[in-house]
């Protein structure tokens, strides 16, 4: 089965804080997503990666940075946190050679509150 | 702009009763088409997806949808809920990046309540 884990289920961090979100997956997939879940929004896209060190914008990639060293691990980091980030994050990833049909497969999330 | 639209916020059956939630989407060529559930406190699991061939198809926990290309809709469908169906429901469509990049473009979502 593949697993795709997330460092934290809930964190709790201060405005301006930086914050790191980790996200681990065991199944060799060159590809790597991180959204944000908000009532109402659905699952917006932060920034994906489709290969090491490569990355690209989602839809709402503003104050969002991410990092990708190692094919298994994927980081959402938060160069300043401030309120209106706080959401919950899902992690997820899939085989690159799936093609569009290709299934992700989603972390549990972070449940992340920025006070 | 390729967009997702499910337009029921929230929907309660009773358990046992036949389930239908909307998906319509707006997308120049044929959509790969998704449907993805989440579970309270789970991340989300694909049900099933579509791109081509027959328009009718069937996805796991005995859930099946319909494409119709006239109506650009992806309806999702259950003849008899379960109280376990009780869940967030996301469509989605696959599309391609300004970088050729394939990514989920996901609808806002239809939260679903089961009644005794």
């Known amino acids: 089965d593949v697993k795709v884990t997330q460092s934290s289920r809930y964190l709790v961090k201060r405005t301006g804080e930086k914050v790191f979100l980790e996200c681990v997956q065991d199944?060799?997939?060159?590809?790597m997503f991180w959204y944000r879940q908000d009532p109402g929004l659905g699952l917006r896209l932060i920034y994906f990666?489709?290969?090491?060190?490569?990355?690209e914008k989602g839809d709402i990639p503003e104050g969002y940075s991410v990092s990708r060293e190692k094919k298994e691990r994927f980081s959402l980091i938060l160069e300043s946190a401030s309120t209106n980030q706080t959401s919950m994050y899902l992690c997820?990833?899939?085989?690159?050679?799936?093609?569009?049909?290709?299934?992700?497969?989603f972390g549990p999330g972070t449940r992340l509150t920025v006070t | 702009a390729q967009s997702v639209t499910q337009p029921d916020i929230h929907i309660t059956v009773s358990e046992g009763a036949s389930l239908e939630l909307r998906c319509n989407y707006s997308?120049?060529?044929?959509?790969?088409l998704f449907w993805y559930v989440q579970s309270p406190g789970q991340g989300l699991q694909l049900l099933l997806k579509?791109?081509?061939?027959?328009?009718l198809v069937q996805g796991i926990k005995g859930f099946e949808a319909e494409f119709k290309r006239s109506q650009s809709s992806f309806n999702l469908r259950k003849p008899s809920v379960h109280w376990s169906d009780a869940a967030e429901y996301f469509c989605?469509?696959?599309?391609?990046?300004?970088?050729?990049?394939?990514?989920?473009?996901f609808g806002t979502g239809t939260r679903l309540t089961i009644i005794p």
């Open positions: 997308y120049g060529a044929t959509p790969y």
């Open positions: 989605a469509v696959s599309l391609i990046s300004n970088f050729g990049n394939e990514k989920l473009t």
């Open positions: 990666s489709y290969d090491v060190k490569m990355k």
């Open positions: 997820a990833s899939r085989a690159g050679l799936a093609g569009p049909l290709g299934e992700q497969y």
């Open positions: 199944m060799d997939h060159e590809n």
């Open positions: 579509y791109f081509s061939g027959d328009t």
